[in-house]
């Protein structure tokens, strides 16, 4: 209850010392706020735009920058490795070229090699078919010779052996005939 | 209780939802003389220590990848610069430190004035006023600056037919002198009311019955006064901007 009536005292002071209307229309104050206001204003016109304005400015502008460069590095970067990639296909073309000409040209030289060693042995081939050639008539000769030597023989024998008398010249003669027939 | 008892007793609730609003010295005394620190003077200040938190600490690092604070500091930056630009033309952006500086003032005054028991500055028209007669007097002046006497043809609107254009002149003359009136009231009359209504609900927590129904009814005036404090800084700014094209660009 003591609470009470002092707070029923108090009241009234208080309704003596809250505004009776808007303390926004007592305009005894408003001199002093608008000196606090001013200076206010004026303080922070000046951080802003000497320190922190400016400096977030920079900030942007180097960020831009900084994205600006990153994109033309990359950029080039694309570029160098498009070259790289042209060269690389060059040079496998180009290696690729070689190769094909190497092969052409082993195969020609093959070729060239085999066609001298077949010549070769063609002429080799024919060389010793004409030698065994003239071998074999000598052979035959030999042979046909033999033959009139043992056909006379023989003949002089037979001719004896039935009691003739044999010439060798007849003999000879007479063969030579026959085998000529 | 006693409070519910003395309101029985004098035959209702006794509410002094204006007193949040009283200026008083900080340090003694009950004279408020032109220099004397009172509580406007403490909020003013923390605004601006708020503000130099924000936009100078908050920086310091310059920093290519921002940090969280930075980011917030950019974000502001870059809102209120897109705003000149995209608003005013880009010849006003050589005021947008002005600018800057008006916005940020209001909305850490508004949100400042959100926190319980605190001093709303941005409540007072003494200070809605100043801030709307500086804009009002740096545009006329800007204009006649700018344009000289061609800042008049702001108000003689040469699309208009011609017997209509002297009617025109003198509403557009009415309106542009309600300016800073309509400036100063929207921002200082939606934080005072905002505020006064929240502190209004506060009064009726004191019966036992309504008081579920009373701190529903702060939590959402509350959340209500958190973007009006915002809102009313960005109308507020973005008028400015407005008003910064008129006096650069006069012609309709």
Redesign the interface.
Known sequence: MA??TH??TS?AA?AA???P??????F??????????????V???F???R???P??????A??QG?ITNDIAAAEQLKAKAADAEDAYNKALADARAEAQRIVAEAKAEIQADLDAATAKADAEIAAKAAESEKAIAEIRAGALESVKVVAADTAAEIVSALGGQADDGTVVAAIDTRMKG | MASEAHGAEEGGLVFHPMDQFIIKPLFGGDEIGLFTVTNATLWMALAVLGIIVMMVIGTRSRAIVPSRSQSVAELAYGFIYKMVEDVAGKDAVKFFPYIMTLFMFIVFANFLGLIPMSFTTTSHFAVTVVLALLVFLTVTIVGFVKNGMGFLGLFWVSSAPLALRPILAIIELISYFVRPVSHSIRLAGNVMAGHAVIKVFAGFAAIAVVSPVSVVAITAMYGLEVLVSFIQAYVFTILTCVYLKDALHPSH
């Open positions: 609470t009470e707070e029923a009241h208080d010392a809250s505004a209307g808007m303390p926004q229309l007592d005894s104050n408003w001199g002093n706020q608008i000196f606090w206001l001013l200076v206010t204003l303080v922070i016109y951080v802003l735009s320190i922190a304005l400096r977030i400015a920079n900030v942007l180097e960020r900084t």
